[in-house]
């Protein structure tokens, strides 16, 4: 070994030396600034949380759960902290999820249906509330403007078939309204499109809405007389609706088609036409004196003038 390669390794060793030196009398610093200021380890805490995603209304399994340390300062109030309180002997029942959760969401008492308000989809509904299942084209299911937990209002298209001519008209009925369920999916967290045969499309989809027994009344007989539509509003769109309906008439009109001017109806062979034969004789003009019948008259010229009614009338 020469000088030079000798020098090189001394040199290595004191540097290596000033670093060991070095690193602890910073972890004495550091021992010694926690002691002063009295810092301490956070304790920590249990907590159960989803260990996969969870759809509402899914009887929870132990497969779906785990357990996790955190800093017992950031547990949720309500979370459920131990397997066992899940699981134990003194539920009879698997809990069922209220409210979806994905993985990694804290398993907390309020996501958890009561036994004593029903499970699933009774658990979801606001005390208070009603939850009605009503039917709507499909092409709302497919078209995904609906989901659950979107705000919609109900709109009802229907015939009025009291008057002369049967015409069709649309009024909002109901504003404002969640919806529960779209089908049977019930969350939008785990709101997955339903893969199905595509060459089978349904003609209409079931959306399940929450009301109050007000709303379900009127949800329920308008179903049954007419055709409900659901239009997709903001969440935080609270402002009452004001229109005034929509009937067919104003659609012809806006187009220039005035139903009062149809199209000519057939002659009937029992109608007597209007216009003389070719050869037909003309009918001699045959003048009447006026003749008061009844609250009217008859006029020279064949006619019925209405007369306005005095008090002695009948």
Avoid: W
């Avoid at 301490?40 to 996969?52: L, S």
């Avoid at 009605?132 to 209002?153: E, N």
């Avoid at 229907?158 to 529960?180: A, D, G, I, K, P």
């Amino acid at each position: 070994m020469n000088k030079k390669t000798k020098n090189a390794g001394l040199g290595a060793m004191g540097f290596l030396i000033a670093a060991l030196i070095s690193a602890g009398f910073a972890a004495y610093l550091v021992a010694m600034l926690v002691r002063d200021k009295g810092l301490k380890a956070e304790p920590q805490a249990t907590v159960v949380v989803a260990a996969r995603n969870v759809s509402a209304g899914t009887a929870l399994a132990a497969a779906d759960v785990r357990t996790i340390q955190i800093n017992e300062t950031q547990v949720p109030p309500d979370a459920v902290t131990s397997i066992a309180e899940l699981f134990g002997e003194k539920n009879d029942k698997s809990p069922v999820v209220a409210s979806a959760m994905v993985q990694g969401d804290f398993v907390s008492r309020s996501r958890l249906a009561n036994s004593a308000h029903g499970t699933a989809m009774a658990a979801r509904v606001t005390p208070g509330f009603r939850a009605i299942a009503v039917t709507v084209d499909a092409a709302i299911a497919r078209s995904r403007v609906v989901f659950p937990g979107a705000r919609v209002d109900i709109v009802g298209t229907f015939r009025n078939m009291s008057s002369q001519s049967t015409t069709s008209f649309s009024r909002v009925l109901v504003e404002n309204v969640r919806v529960l369920s779209l089908e049977d999916q019930t969350d939008v967290e785990t709101y997955q499109k339903q893969s199905g045969n595509k060459g089978e499309k349904p003609n209409d989809a079931v959306v399940t809405v929450e009301v109050t027994p007000e709303q379900s009344e009127i949800v329920a007989l308008a179903a049954r007389e007419g055709k409900l539509d659901l239009m997709l509003r903001n969440a935080t769109d609270e402002a009452a609706t004001k229109t005034a309906g929509a009937q067919a008439e104003q659609l012809l009109k806006a187009n220039g088609i005035n139903l009062g001017s149809a199209a000519p109806q057939a002659k009937t062979n029992n109608e007597p036409s209007r216009h003389p034969e070719p050869h037909a004789r003309p009918r001699p003009t045959v003048t009447r004196p006026d003749v008061k019948i009844d609250g009217a008259k008859a006029t020279g010229s064949g006619g019925i003038e209405v007369l306005s009614r005095t008090s002695g009338s009948r």
